[in-house]
Nanobody, 117 residues
Framework: QVQLVESGGGLVQPGGSLRLSCAASERIFIFNDMAWYRQAPGKERELVARITQSGSRTYADSVQGRFTISGDMAKNTMYLQMNSLKPEDTAVYYC???????????WGQGTQVTVSS
């Protein structure tokens, strides 16, 4: 019943910025963690950024200092602000939410981000 819908992807030049959104069909306070993952062609899915219910945030080394993850409980939406984008950031970005009880993981359908000149 829980649905996650990503938006905000697109084509951007190197050095540019994009802001991804993940809208949840349920109040996001029910999730222990929410995160952004990405998967480039021919590569495994990797964790990009994670935010806990308490607001603690972590980032992959490759995006540290360039990306910012945040959540807005009033709007039931999680965001990923991406600055100083590089071609290697090109991937499908997925929203993920984890509920501890019962133990459940939810995924969005993904949104394409392409960084190219």
């Amino acid at each position: 019943q829980v649905q996650l819908v990503e938006s905000g992807g697109g084509l951007v030049q190197p050095g540019g910025s994009l802001r991804l959104s993940c809208a949840a069909s349920e109040r996001i306070f029910i999730f222990n963690d929410m995160a952004w993952y990405r998967q480039a062609p021919g590569k495994e899915r990797e964790l990009v950024a994670r935010i806990t219910q308490s607001g603690s945030r972590t980032y992959a080394d490759s995006v540290q200092g360039r990306f910012t993850i945040s959540g807005d409980m009033a709007k039931n939406t999680m965001y990923l602000q991406m600055n100083s984008l590089k071609p290697e950031d090109t991937a499908v970005y997925y929203c993920n939410a984890v509920r501890v009880f019962p133990t459940t993981s939810y995924w969005g359908q993904g949104t394409q981000v392409t960084v190219s000149s």
